[in-house]
């Protein structure tokens, strides 16, 4: 799986794997791809600097990637207290009620919970940032809007490629006249954040509009025949996210949520504001339920409503309450039905699309 | 593009062309590909005979098909007339208000406006049918729920192959125990009915739910290479509907409908429930948004939307009303920017596809 892009990179298969989890990302890299460490969930600036030691560590000098989430549009100076102070009372008041009503208990003074992810912050990101340049990353990604200029500057005079992901042309547009070199193409039934453009429909369309900038497929790719699906729609690569959640490396995944994620099936997730304030594709749970009823008082924007909900996630994380338990997943969680190493997971996706360049190649009449 | 299905159909591309004018169909079967004309525009029995003669001599002998909207749950002898009654007043008089606000004519007493869509009215879809079976289709296809047991019989004896159209695997597994012989697996993304997962996704799940049963991806299907990666996810043959709208041959649509089509992008559509009461992906306009305002009655269920707004449709249609002027049309309109013949479109889906193959076959290491 070579393309113009994986040999500038000196990757062997341009198969890019992004996970919250350094265990996910340091083994994609290893398997041959390039793996991607999404660092949202970093709060303090030293436990990410350990766990970039530990990448650094276990990708054998090979190239690893960084993702960042740096808001397109920021306020300068306004920090996470003064976010705060935005909250309406009526939603802590249906946080705390939603909360009760499931019994989930309340965290001991100054305990951190499981994660707090408040990494959207600019005050967050640019303390990542600051870390994360004392370390040779060979791609620097945001998922959300396109990184600032002097970001980009930065990432290019050390030596990195930028991505940034994009749910329609127009923004993917936008990002390359940022200045950005890869435009990851984020369709519908991706995890996270996207748009309503599907990834058959969008990929070609971002390909057209930034070409010959590299785009990369996202979204509805876990297996290898998506991967050949991506790559015939013009893709230079294809990046999975999903797909890792269920793998022995992503250990950090409580056993309620994994055992959710393996008994979902392709019509389990919904496309959601409860969690950060945009719509971000996820596990449907009575916590998405419940902020996506019309009775209700509706997430807030973002930044407030990922801050509002950042400690009450902690809580529903540590103490596995099975029914508000929830991840960032995609559509492909239908397909997600074991736990097994990366290794095995990236042999069986390069395996899987040589599968289906055989399959093309006949229906081409070009099996010789 | 040769697969065990094109060579079973003894067609040349594995090419299912969908449209409710037979001048498309039958330049698609022409073209090399199965034309199928969609019937649900038509009210009188001789009306859709007469098609179907001028179908029968224009595709030389070649291999075409034929579209019914029979709907799964059906009542026994209920007709036009009773359901008609169910429909509440507060409904009609937002129809009238709606059409009232945009200064949309009445027709003159007596007079058929533009289409009136009723065909999944069981009564309509069985008349359709008795007319159909004196002529030899080679497919018949069902756009909603699987045809009933006496159907498929017939139209095995026929010496046809019957397709149903499922937008999840629990719809296609329903398919093919009821004896259908292709479903098409029909993503988000696609024009008309669709369910909430992406074709990305849907192609291969509904392959692995039905295999070795053969599969045709749907929605999102407009380019050789959205071809190549339809047929990449495992589909054996491809079914495109959007792509003819803005064709030569697509004629009866109206210039101000056409001009709508060409100008839209891929996030000008909308899936609704104004068009029949279930949800269909169409091109956004102020009918729909009418329709999907929270403020309004909200559409009615099937087959009473359908009814209800029939009428209304063919006034939009025959004046040209352009804010209220829509189509079903799936996110591939985005592509869609110039009239062409259908064997001008056609001969560029097969050489799209063709490079799509050279290129995979180029990221797999196998270009000689």
Same mark, same amino acid.
């Given at each position: 799986?070579?393309?113009?892009?994986?040999?500038?990179?000196?990757?062997? @298969?341009?198969?890019?794997?992004?996970?919250?989890?350094? &265990?996910?990302? +340091?083994?994609? !890299?290893?398997?041959?791809?390039?793996?991607?460490?999404?660092?949202?969930r970093?709060?303090?600036?030293?436990?990410?600097?350990?766990?970039?030691? $530990?990448?650094?560590? @276990?990708?054998?000098?090979?190239?690893?990637?960084?993702?960042?989430?740096?808001?397109?549009?920021?306020?300068?100076?306004? !920090? %996470?207290a003064?976010?705060?102070?935005?909250?309406? &009372?009526? @939603?802590?008041?249906?946080?705390?009620?939603?909360?009760?009503?499931?019994?989930?208990? %309340?965290?001991?003074? #100054?305990?951190?919970?499981? $994660?707090?992810? /408040?990494? $959207?912050?600019?005050?967050?990101a640019?303390?990542?940032?600051?870390? +994360?340049?004392?370390?040779?990353?060979?791609?620097l990604?945001?998922?959300?809007?396109?990184?600032?200029?002097? =970001?980009?500057?930065?990432?290019? &005079?050390?030596?990195?490629?930028?991505?940034?992901?994009?749910?329609?042309?127009?923004?993917?547009?936008?990002?390359?006249?940022?200045?950005?070199?890869i435009?990851?193409?984020?369709?519908?039934?991706?995890?996270?954040? !996207?748009?309503?453009?599907? /990834?058959?429909?969008?990929?070609p369309? =971002?390909?057209?509009?930034?070409?010959?900038?590299?785009?990369?497929?996202?979204? #509805?790719?876990?297996?290898? %025949?998506?991967?050949?699906a991506?790559l015939?729609?013009?893709?230079?690569?294809? $990046?999975?996210?999903?797909?890792?959640?269920?793998?022995?490396?992503?250990?950090?995944?409580?056993?309620?949520l994994?055992? *959710?994620?393996?008994?979902?099936?392709?019509?389990?997730?919904?496309?959601?504001?409860?969690?950060t304030? *945009?719509?971000?594709?996820?596990?449907?749970?009575?916590?998405?339920?419940?902020?996506?009823?019309?009775?209700?008082?509706?997430?807030?924007?973002?930044?407030?409503?990922?801050?509002?909900?950042?400690?009450?996630?902690?809580?529903?994380? *540590?103490?596995? =309450?099975?029914?508000?338990?929830? /991840?960032?997943?995609?559509?492909?969680?239908?397909?997600?039905?074991?736990?097994?190493?990366?290794?095995?997971?990236?042999?069986?996706? /390069?395996?899987?699309?040589?599968?289906?360049?055989?399959?093309?190649?006949?229906?081409?009449g070009?099996?010789?």
């Amino acid at each position: 799986m070579r393309t113009e892009l994986s040999r500038r990179l000196g990757i062997e @298969h341009a198969l890019f794997g992004f996970s919250p989890f350094p &265990a996910v990302a +340091a083994a994609v !890299t290893r398997a041959g791809g390039l793996g991607v460490l999404g660092a949202v969930r970093y709060r303090a600036p030293a436990e990410l600097a350990a766990d970039l030691d $530990w990448m650094q560590a @276990h990708t054998g000098g090979l190239p690893w990637g960084l993702d960042v989430v740096m808001p397109a549009t920021r306020v300068e100076g306004v !920090t %996470e207290a003064d976010v705060e102070a935005m909250i309406p &009372a009526t @939603h802590r008041r249906f946080v705390h009620d939603t909360l009760a009503e499931h019994g989930v208990p %309340e965290l001991a003074a #100054g305990e951190a919970g499981g $994660w707090r992810i /408040t990494g $959207w912050l600019d005050e967050v990101a640019r303390s990542q940032l600051d870390v +994360a340049f004392d370390y040779p990353f060979a791609l620097l990604a945001n998922a959300l809007g396109s990184p600032p200029a002097d =970001v980009i500057g930065r990432a290019h &005079a050390h030596g990195a490629l930028v991505a940034a992901l994009a749910g329609s042309a127009r923004h993917a547009v936008r990002h390359a006249e940022a200045g950005v070199d890869i435009v990851v193409a984020q369709g519908y039934e991706a995890g996270g954040h !996207t748009g309503e453009i599907a /990834t058959m429909v969008l990929t070609p369309e =971002v390909v057209r509009a930034v070409g010959p900038l590299p785009v990369l497929a996202a979204g #509805g790719i876990g297996s290898g %025949e998506q991967i050949a699906a991506g790559l015939a729609l013009g893709a230079q690569g294809v $990046w999975l996210g999903s797909v890792w959640l269920t793998t022995t490396e992503a250990g950090p995944l409580s056993p309620a949520l994994t055992a *959710k994620l393996l008994a979902a099936g392709s019509g389990d997730t919904v496309r959601s504001r409860a969690l950060t304030g *945009k719509p971000a594709r996820q596990l449907r749970t009575a916590w998405t339920d419940a902020w996506d009823d019309p009775a209700g008082p509706g997430p807030l924007p973002m930044p407030l409503q990922g801050l509002l909900v950042a400690d009450a996630l902690s809580r529903i994380q *540590k103490y596995e =309450v099975t029914p508000l338990l929830g /991840t960032p997943v995609g559509q492909i969680v239908g397909r997600m039905d074991s736990v097994r190493g990366v290794q095995e997971v990236f042999d069986e996706l /390069t395996a899987g699309f040589e599968r289906a360049a055989d399959r093309i190649a006949r229906i081409a009449g070009r099996d010789g």
